[in-house]
C-alpha cells in the first residue's frame, strides 16, 4: 500500500492541499482523505467563509452574500453539523446589505430546522439531552436574531426575540443543572454503595 497523489509523484502536491491519495496496489479501492479532517465540501464550505469575509471587510456586500449562498447550498437544511454562527452569517450579511426582509426569513428556515439539525448531530444521546441542545440551538439563533434588529434600530422585534432568546436559554441552564446533578447522584452511588 503506497501513501502517493499519483504515482509520478511523491504527495508532496497533494498534501500541500490537505488530500492524501490512498491506494492499494491489487485492490481497485482509492480513498482519498484530508490531513485536516475535512472533507472536500468542508474544505469548500470553510473556503467560501473566508472569501465571503474578505468581501465584507471590502464592503461587496452581494459578493459575500453570493458565497454565503454558495456555502449554504453545500449544506443539508439540518445544518451538517455547522455551527450555528457559521449558518446565521447570511442572514446576518444580508441585514447588513440592506435586505432585512430576506434576513428574518433565513433566520426562520434555521428555527424551523433546529430540531432537525439538533436530531441529526445528537440523535445517538438520550431525549432530555437533545431537548436541552435544542434550547440552546434556539437562543443562539434568536441571539443572532437580536443582533440584526439592533443593527436595523428594530426595537420591536428586539424586544421580542431578547425575551425569546432569554426564555431558551434559562430553559438550558435548568437542565444542564439538572442532569449535571443527577449524574453527581450516580456517580457518588456508585462511588459509595449502600
Given at each position: ?167 431558551h436559554y434559562a430553559k438550558f441552564r435548568r437542565m444542564k443543572s439538572a442532569q ?15
Amino acid at each position: 500500500m503506497s501513501i502517493f497523489s499519483s504515482p509520478r509523484d511523491d504527495g508532496r502536491a497533494a498534501r500541500a492541499k490537505g488530500f492524501t491519495r490512498i491506494e492499494n496496489p491489487g485492490c481497485k479501492i482509492v480513498l482519498e482523505v484530508t490531513v485536516s479532517g475535512k472533507t472536500p465540501v468542508q474544505e469548500e464550505f470553510a473556503e467560501l467563509h473566508r472569501r465571503a469575509t474578505k468581501f465584507k471587510d471590502a464592503k461587496q456586500w452581494e459578493e459575500a452574500i453570493a458565497c454565503l449562498r454558495k456555502a449554504k447550498e453545500l449544506t443539508s437544511p439540518c445544518g451538517d453539523g455547522n455551527t450555528v454562527q457559521s449558518l446565521c452569517r447570511l442572514p446576518l450579511f444580508l441585514q447588513q446589505a440592506g435586505h432585512f426582509e430576506e434576513a428574518l426569513a433565513e433566520f426562520q428556515e434555521l428555527l424551523d430546522n433546529a430540531e432537525l439539525a439538533i436530531e441529526h448531530e445528537f440523535g445517538h444521546q438520550r431525549k432530555n439531552v437533545r431537548e436541552r441542545f435544542l434550547h440552546l440551538r434556539l437562543s443562539e439563533i434568536y441571539g443572532h436574531m437580536q443582533t440584526a434588529c439592533k443593527r436595523q434600530k428594530r426595537l420591536d422585534l428586539l424586544e421580542a426575540y431578547s425575551e425569546k432568546a432569554a426564555f431558551h436559554y434559562a430553559k438550558f441552564r435548568r437542565m444542564k443543572s439538572a442532569q449535571d446533578a443527577a449524574e453527581r447522584r450516580k456517580y457518588k452511588q456508585s462511588v459509595n454503595p449502600e
